[in-house]
Nanobody, 116 residues
Framework: QVQLVESGGGLVQAGGSLRLSCAAS????????MAWFRQAPGKQREFVAS???????NYADSVKGRFTISRDNAKNTVYLQMNSMKPEDTAVYYC??????????WGQGTQVTVSS
């Protein structure tokens, strides 16, 4: 069973930065892609950013230019660097791993709160 453990969430003021980490219990080298999603209270879970096995990245329009996703295959960890944060970035952030075949896996989430 694949386990994903997110960390790095917390409380930050608007304009500040946080870096989230997602540590996987398996090698992420061959994962088709890994991604970050978020879910704000009363809203559906939404895509934030993804990174492919070839290191191609994709971002939601709302975070382009502010967030950066990266991966360290040696540490089986994916990161989300969040800069110039806004109150609307407040949400529970989830990590997802999509293997080449079969269903993907979710982490348990980490809370991010941005105060105005």
């Amino acid at each position: 069973q694949v386990q994903l453990v997110e960390s790095g969430g917390g409380l930050v003021q608007a304009g500040g930065s946080l870096r989230l980490s997602c540590a996987a219990s398996v090698s992420i080298f061959r994962a088709t892609w890994m991604a970050w999603f978020r879910q704000a209270p009363g809203k559906q879970r939404e895509f934030v950013a993804s990174i492919s096995s070839g290191d191609s990245t994709n971002y939601a329009d709302s975070v382009k230019g502010r967030f950066t996703i990266s991966r360290d295959n040696a540490k089986n960890t994916v990161y989300l660097q969040m800069n110039s944060m806004k109150p609307e970035d407040t949400a529970v952030y989830y990590c997802r791993l999509q293997p080449p075949t079969g269903p993907g896996f979710w982490g348990q989430g980490t809370q991010v709160t941005v105060s105005s």
